[in-house]
């Protein structure tokens, strides 16, 4: 139900945009989180934003780097991905839930997730 795109090869430094689109539902009344899982790690959260009035959480790896932004007319939520390091090498997933806030979609997404997609892959070469 949520269809992630943009990921890719890029060099370290360089810059991507991941987008989150929901295809079946629309995404006003919900909260949008960008999360990723590197081989042998856990899954992590990256940024989540609430739609409704563009709050936003970052993780501590990506202040300064990555920003979430959303776009209703498109149903879409974007992920701009700036000075890429091989660190950031993950899939990465966005996930939607109605009930929660951007700071506790981020840091309780372990309770469990309305819908999530399927991941893009993103690989940064040093």
């Known amino acids: 139900q949520l269809v992630e795109s943009g990921g890719g090869l890029v060099q370290s430094g360089g810059s991507l945009r991941l987008s989150c689109e929901a295809p079946?539902?629309?995404?006003?009344?919900?909260?949008i989180g960008w999360f990723r899982q590197a081989p042998g790690k856990e899954r992590e959260a990256v940024s989540c934003?609430?739609?409704?009035?563009?709050?936003?959480y970052y993780a501590d790896s990506v202040k300064g780097r990555f920003t979430i932004s959303r776009d209703s007319s498109q149903n879409t939520v974007y992920l701009q991905m700036n000075n890429l390091n091989p660190e950031d090498s993950a899939v990465y997933y966005c996930?939607?839930?109605?009930?929660?806030?951007?700071?506790?979609?981020?840091?309780?997404?372990?309770?469990?997730?309305?819908?999530w997609g399927k991941g893009t892959p993103v690989t940064v070469s040093s």
């Open positions: 996930a939607a839930d109605g009930v929660r806030t951007a700071h506790t979609m981020c840091t309780m997404f372990n309770a469990g997730l309305e819908f």
């Open positions: 079946g539902f629309a995404l006003d009344m919900f909260a």
């Open positions: 934003i609430y739609i409704l009035d563009g709050t936003t």
